[in-house]
């Protein structure tokens, strides 16, 4: 499976982005894709989660009622809509999928990675 982050950049704070994460390489439809954040001197935090097929999916409560997460399967591209962006929002976004059964939590346990897209928000 190989992922492609895009999206990020400078943004004012009150601004909004859209990350996407491009999905290839086999079939997925099991899969839970992931979105993390990094700041500098913190550990990679889940952002936003959802299981391919759509029935289900996950906000961190840092950003919930900010942020939304969704997919389109024919573009097998996940997106991640970033709107009223904080300072403290800023960090490097990744995506991740991961094969298992659930949506789980934990950066470790995403198997497949993409490069990261630096979101900066300023004050």
């Known amino acids: 499976v190989q992922l492609q982050a895009s999206g990020g950049g400078l943004v004012q704070a009150g601004g909004s982005l859209r990350l996407s994460c491009a999905v290839s390489?086999?079939?997925?439809?099991?899969?839970?894709v992931g979105w993390f954040r990094q700041a500098p001197g913190e550990e990679r935090e889940l952002v936003a989660a959802?299981?391919?097929?759509?029935?289900?999916?996950y906000i961190s409560s840092s950003v919930k009622g900010r942020f939304t997460i969704s997919r389109d399967n024919a573009q097998n591209t996940v997106y991640l809509q970033a709107n009223g962006l904080k300072p403290e929002d800023t960090a490097v976004y990744y995506c991740?999928?991961?094969?298992?059964?659930?949506?789980?939590?934990?950066?470790?346990?995403?198997?497949?990675w993409g490069q990261g897209t630096l979101v900066t928000v300023s004050s």
């Open positions: 959802m299981r391919w097929s759509g029935v289900s999916s």
């Open positions: 991740a999928a991961d094969p298992g059964s659930s949506i789980r939590y934990r950066a470790y346990e995403y198997d497949y």
């Open positions: 390489g086999r079939t997925f439809s099991r899969y839970t």
